[in-house]
């Protein structure tokens, strides 16, 4: 590690905690939230989700596997800060391409380490998510600080994290092809013309969307989204945040993914007023997520922001149709209110086996049907990545309600 500077996190609530300063050399002044993977460090920074936040890692080690491009779910890092127990200094993988710590100064990420995250994990679990600010300044005056923190927002952070133009991701055509661009290739699109491929072996998942085109609302969309609909044979389409529900549905796709993304979803104003068209369409609709959230909010139902979220790999959920429970991984703030849910609408089809909140909506009469939690799994468990299927099922008319 280059510097063994001392930082500070400043809780709004008033408690300090001294460590070391980490990553890029700069102030910020974010909303501080826990992450319980023990593994997945990178596509947890790159998760679009977290624009707008600074992470605390649960897990006391971070960085033994340095940096795998490949493995990164959006171009760069979206978290305002890091904060850790303690980063590896000297990372062992034959595929690490550079140390978080490069990776953290290079994107301009700054962070903590060295303080007792198990403590700081515990004051947002009793006392509710709040925000905070990562410094180097030794000389901080606490009663200037903590207006500041009183008064951040994450803001409309959709707009921010989601692409500049669509464009389209090409379907996997052979179980012999190689499956879709890994890492930061998957980005290029030169590279797609060229058609360059991952080398790895042949896919065992059957191309049962062959031939089916997928529009897909970036949000947020953490590039396995795409990714796992391209490995089952679909074509992606790929569309900004704000794009019309009339521009979408002009390039009649077959079935229209919503992503995660960032934010208070009531933020979301005209987005939601989009998918208010599109529900009231036949085209068949996923929605995870912040896309969970938005559908629910565009048919009348109503969402509030959780005591401390759900952030991490090991999240149990059960399948109310089947009694089923996945282990799943999430990454949210809000959640959808099921107290006065109209069943006219939609019906709960999934629960948090924790706490009882709500993780899907089946809705009714309609083929839709949306998770809260992360079916594409990366990081995480691969339990419920069967819910791709059962979309491309439900739109090649396999499914009436979901």
Not at 307 to 312: A, E, L
Request: with cysteine.
């Amino acid at each position: 590690m280059k510097t063994s500077k001392k930082a500070f996190l400043i809780l709004e609530d008033g408690t300090v905690f001294v460590g070391t300063h980490i990553g890029a050399d700069k102030e910020i002044v974010s909303e501080i939230v826990f992450n319980t993977s023990m593994a997945g460090y990178l596509e947890v920074l790159t998760d679009p989700s977290y624009a707008g936040q600074a992470v605390c890692m649960t897990y006391p080690l971070i960085g033994n596997y340095g940096i795998c491009k490949d493995d990164m779910e959006s171009l760069r890092p979206w978290p305002d800060g890091f904060i850790v127990r303690e980063l590896s200094r000297i990372p062992s993988n034959f595929r690490c391409d550079m140390t978080i710590q490069q990776f953290l100064e290079e994107n301009g990420v700054p962070g903590i380490a060295g303080i007792d995250t198990r403590a700081l994990t515990k004051i947002l679990r009793e006392k509710g998510t709040m925000n905070g600010m990562i410094t180097t300044d030794e000389n901080y005056d606490l009663e200037q600080v903590l207006p500041k923190l009183k008064a951040y927002t994450t803001g409309k952070v959709v707009e921010k994290v989601t692409c500049a133009q669509k464009y389209t991701i090409p379907a996997v055509t052979d179980l012999t092809q190689n499956g879709p661009l890994s890492g930061m290739a998957r980005f290029d699109k030169d590279a797609y013309a060229r058609g360059e491929r991952e080398k790895k072996p042949a896919l065992v998942k059957k191309l049962n969307g062959a031939g089916l085109k997928i529009a897909l609302m970036d949000f947020g969309a953490k590039a396995n989204i795409a990714r796992s609909l391209a490995e089952r044979g679909c074509e992606v389409t790929v569309y900004p945040a704000l794009t019309t529900a009339e521009e979408i549905l002009a390039d009649k796709p077959d079935g229209i993914m919503l992503s995660n993304g960032p934010g208070d979803p009531k933020e979301c104003t005209s987005i939601i007023q989009e998918i208010k068209k599109l529900y009231n369409t036949e085209t068949p609709i996923f929605a995870i997520c912040l896309g969970h959230q938005l559908m629910a909010l565009a048919t009348g139902a109503d969402t509030y922001k959780m005591k401390y979220g759900h952030r991490g790999g090991n999240h149990p959920v059960k399948d109310l149709a089947t009694g089923r429970v996945y282990i799943s991984s999430q990454n949210h703030g809000y959640v959808v209110d099921t107290e006065h849910l109209d069943p006219k609408i939609a019906t709960p089809a999934f629960i948090n086996v924790n706490d009882g909140t709500n993780e899907g909506l089946a809705y009714t009469g309609k083929n839709i049907f949306t998770v809260q939690f992360h079916p594409e799994a990366c990081p995480g468990p691969q339990d419920s990545g069967y819910l791709f299927d059962r979309f491309i099922d439900m739109v090649k008319g396999g499914q009436k309600d979901a």
